[in-house]
């Protein structure tokens, strides 16, 4: 369950750090 967040999470964040 706080995988799938923390999945979410890392996605938007590559994104926001590109």
């Not at 369950?1 to 926001?16: A, H, L, Y």
Request: glycine share 0%; proline share 0%.
């Amino acid at each position: 369950m706080i995988t799938r967040k923390n999945n979410s999470s890392e996605k938007i964040s590559s994104r926001m750090r590109n």
